[in-house]
């Protein structure tokens, strides 16, 4: 028997839905031990209500992985569907859901379609700024937000990516890297070659010396010496501009 057999009766007067019953969908939802044709149909009936309630039920379907990956995949877009489908109504849902999460990936995909563009760097901004560059046992948030980022190249941006690239996590230092050379700004220069002069792991410094070198960004004179010191054996300057050997 499915859960709309079962529940079907209570569904019919077309009223809203009782904060009962977004509470047992969402047990359902949010469990791996639930039966597929129940947990598919409490997905569904959740996203009919499109409201902060459901949003934030259909948002515990993200906190975990099944087998086959195919299916995964189809529930989770189907909570997406169901979560983008409040509106305005699942965006502190998901705030709240991105502030405990251990993954944000499908979180921030659905504040994507919900915020209007112009809107969507600033909260990605408040999001990040719950962060600082100590260490946590999993870095993943950070890593998903500053790589989100990449694709908002504004000052803002810019100054908040910058202090990760001394963060405690060497993935999370990579992932400043690449984000600020994706933004493209050169006003990240200094900060890149700072980064280059006390970075220990050989994979970062082969990043911002090989990004600084595509963008032909020069190095500012006061950092001359430490940069030619610090850049790995493959580079060296040619006067304010790092070249390969």
Sequence with gaps: MGLFDFLGKKKQSGGEASEREVQRFERIVG??????????????????????????????????????????????????????????????????????????????????????SDRLADELLALLDQFDTEYIRNPEPKIQLITELSHHPTEDV????????????????????????ALNLPESTQSLVAALETEESLRIKNRIAQGLLDRRWPVPEEQLTT???????????????IVRR
């Design 31 to 116: 469990s791996k031990l639930s039966q597929n044709i129940d947990r598919q149909e409490a997905i569904e009936a959740l996203s009919k209500m499109a409201t902060r309630a459901s949003a934030a039920a259909l948002l515990k379907r993200f906190d975990w992985v099944m087998d086959p990956t195919i299916l995964d995949s189809e529930e989770k877009e189907a909570a997406l569907a169901g979560v983008v489908r409040s509106g305005e109504e699942a965006i502190e849902p998901i705030r709240a859901y991105c502030r405990k999460s251990d993954s944000l990936l499908w979180a921030i995909k659905g504040l994507a379609k919900i915020v209007p």
């Design 158 to 181: 810019r100054i908040a990516v910058e202090p990760f690239l001394n963060d405690a996590s060497e993935p999370v230092r990579f992932a400043a890297a690449t984000t600020l050379f």
């Design 227 to 241: 940069c030619k010191q610090a850049l790995p054996s493959e580079y060296r300057l040619d006067g304010s501009l």
